[in-house]
């Protein structure tokens, strides 16, 4: 893959070459460069902007105003409803539900990919095996098969083994579909790694588990945290396998969050919607502030998941 | 490189079995899932399974019946246009953006947060959001007719003939910051001599990033287009939040046939024909890339 994976050219920025000369602040170019920047960033905020007003207005305010009009008088109501009361179907207990499910699926998804990933990878790296390569070619190559090819196979699957529509059965199928990406961030990290370490680690005695615990995983800590990034947002923001392998009251966040907005029957509570439109969104957004270059670093490797 | 530590052993099997068992679920999740899983779904394409799967085969029927089916017809549309001007915008704003962000400009770290935080919003979100910014009795619409224009028409998702370039808005807000980061990655990754070179030569920058700058990037951009495109054919949570498929059947997308013959319309053979038809989509466009990519080199 041509994708940089280590500190490659997006963490670096080259000295300036008109470094020595001398640049006035309000040059033409410069008005044009920052005025065409601040548009587009304008253009990219306007969405979160609506959201956050909406969803601070009551509902006469919404019916007369306009969307970008900022909230005459500020009410968190809807953020309550949002989260504490509004109705999926028969249950009305808000996203607080959906919100705990997915708690409940992503964090052992992640965990638990990450963990079998990080094992492959090394295996892969430093214990090749005869086959190995092909078996990680047809991993990688079913990074790209559309999901909706595998979904029934897997139904069938599941429900041989008896957990067709549990969290369980979730957390699997976040697990499977999380692997290819992650043992390829894998593999490449531990590729990178000095040999010379291995060979040592090889020569006092040490075995494949012991290399991988004590050797490697200390090493590694970054491509792991860059793992859990691109895992939390990825199994947070899912909603097809989310829809296809539990029942009701498992749904993660987003499968409920689409029920309550798009529900026919009722009025329509904008402001509640966004409140709760931005509730599902605050987990990933909070991981993306939060990371910032580890996330940056974390798409461009795992891209390919799309 | 290390199987030759144990080569006197006489079992091969057991050669580095750590390793082995250490790979188990990946070479589980290649053989079973993703090979497995797939070559079942073509299998039972051919068959006239209804509620559940049986191997009743029946050739080509449910290819017929697929293309045959007006609905289908309307999904294969939907994501040609999607997918063309979802290519072609991402590409043409991800590149600009990409340009605008390499002047060595100051705060470029406060710009790339802002254009890359949608895309760490999942399709569900986004699409909810430019729903309520589309609907035409508070958003966009009416807002213009309230400055004055009060014949002004935009309701996107409520007009069959244009609600894909409604999904296709969101798409774009979505994506773009993803591809601007690609490409700007590939742009740093240029030799600034190259840049030196054409300053002296006095090449307008425009050209130099036509004739020079852009095939020197090809790579990224094939990557970035590979990218796009196994995401354009995935479409799916973004047309339920939106449109729900709507008004009418006018938004649908494949993925989503797929899943509602699968799972709502129990007829099994239609779904399975339909994923095999992305499957062959998809197919088309891997092959080529990953001849490309890997066809000369032994190692990936």
Redesign the interface.
Known sequence: MPIPTGPGPIGRLGPGPAGAKPRRTFSGRNIMLYGALIFFALYYLLPLYVMIVTSLKGMPEIRMGNIFSPPMEITFEPWVKAWATACTGLNCDGLSRGFWNSVRITVPSTLISILIASVNGYALANWKFKGADLFFTILIVGAFIPYQVMIYPIVIVLREMGIYGTLTGLIIVHTIFGMPILTLLFRNYFTSLPEELFKAARIDGAGFWQIYLRIMLPMSLPIFVVAMILQITGIWNDFLFGVVFTRPEYYPMTVQLNNIVNSVQGVKEYNVNMAATLLTGAVPLFVYFVSGRLFVRGIAAGAVKG | ???Q?HAGRPN?LF??L???I??I???L??????????L???V?SFTNSKLL?RLNFVGLDQYDRLWDAPRWIMSIQNLAIYGLLSLIFSVVIGFL?AA??D???RF??T????????????????G??????L?PD??VQ??VR?LGWTTFTFNPLYDADIVIYGVLIAGL?QGT??VM??L???L??ID?DI??AS?VDGIPVWKTYLFIIIPMMR??FI?TLV??T??I??L??LV??QT?GGPGIASEV??KY??DY??QAQN?GQ??A???M??LT?AII?IPW?YL?FGGKKR?
């Open positions: 490189m290390t199987g530590a091969k050669r580095n750590n390793s082995k250490a790979s679920p990946m070479i999740t290649a053989l079973v899932i993703f090979l497995g899983g797939t079942w779904t073509v039972y799967p953006l605008l962000m002047q060595k400009i470029e770290n710009f790339r947060t802002i254009f890359l935080y949608p895309f760490a919003l999942s399709f569900i979100v986004t909810l959001v430019w729903q309520w910014i609907n508070f958003g009416s807002i309230s807000w910051g993803l980061c690609l700007l990655a590939g740093r990754g600034e840049w030196k300053r790579p990224v990557t990218i796009i196994s995401g054919v995935r799916y949570d339920v939040a729900s494949p993925a797929v899943y699968m799972f099994l779904g399975f339909a994923s095999t992305m499957l998809v891997i990953a990519e990936g």
